[in-house]
């Protein structure tokens, strides 16, 4: 028959952690190569020049992302909303809006120290304004890297993760949803 819900809410993460580290690399190779032809262009110095290259290399990367963050948010949100006690579900989704945060002082904190560290000695940074003389394709991979890091934490706390006694005996005896158990099932669209 199947699961109820489809895919469990840690796969639907790990899935989504995976899909970003794909989407980075490829944003890399897109971007190498669109560097690398206003570099033959000629265009190497003018950062306003238009290049002979289609928007259109951009939709597989930012259709992975989509997809990406489809995947892990729908399954944090899962996660949250049936690992929590009914009275802890809206700690679990402040708790989600706060690593959104994080990972926005994070991604701040990382772009500054990559533009420091790489724009040292008079070299040209990586995240320079002119898209043709920086390397942003670098900074994707470093991204890339951080975010298989990030998939390989992840695994460990997948791991090192125990639901509580009371939603293994739930699961195990097949409880319905009713407004005596602790935990609830997440609605069913059919």
Same mark, same amino acid.
């Given at each position: ?8 809410? $840690? ?11 794909? %989407? ?5 190779? !897109? ?9 033959? =262009?000629?265009?190497?110095?003018? *950062?306003? %020049? ?9 939709? *597989? =990367? &930012?259709?992975?992302?989509?997809? %990406? ?6 399954? =944090? ?5 049936? =690992?929590? *006690? $009914? ?18 002082? !994070?991604?701040?904190?990382? @772009? +500054?120290? !990559? ?16 898209? +043709? $003389?920086?390397?942003?394709? &670098? ?12 998939? !390989? &934490? ?8 125990? *639901? ?7 699961? @195990? ?9 602790? &935990?609830?099932?997440?609605? +069913?669209? %059919?």
């Amino acid at each position: 028959m199947g699961k109820q819900n489809g895919l469990s809410s $840690k796969f639907r993460m790990g899935m989504g952690l995976v899909i970003s580290c794909i %989407a980075m690399a490829v944003s890399a190779l !897109v971007e190498t190569r669109r560097r690398e032809l206003a570099i033959r =262009q000629g265009l190497g110095d003018d *950062p306003n %020049a238009a290049l002979d290259m289609s928007a259109m290399w951009l939709v *597989p =990367q &930012y259709a992975l992302l989509g997809l %990406a963050e489809a995947l892990f948010s729908i399954g =944090q949100m899962e996660f949250f909303y049936t =690992q929590f *006690p $009914k009275s802890m579900t809206s700690i679990g989704m402040a708790i989600s809006t706060l690593g959104l945060a994080v990972s926005s002082l !994070v991604g701040s904190f990382l @772009v +500054n120290t !990559v533009n420091f560290a790489t724009s040292r000695e008079g070299n040209v940074s990586w995240l320079d304004s002119n898209l +043709n $003389k920086g390397h942003v394709d &670098y900074y994707y991979w470093l991204i890339t890297f951080l975010g298989f890091l990030n998939f !390989v &934490y992840f695994l460990i706390c997948c791991r090192a993760y125990k *639901p509580n006694e009371k939603e293994i005996t739930r699961l @195990v005896a097949g409880e319905e949803n009713n407004e005596e158990s602790e &935990y609830r099932d997440l609605p +069913n669209s %059919a």
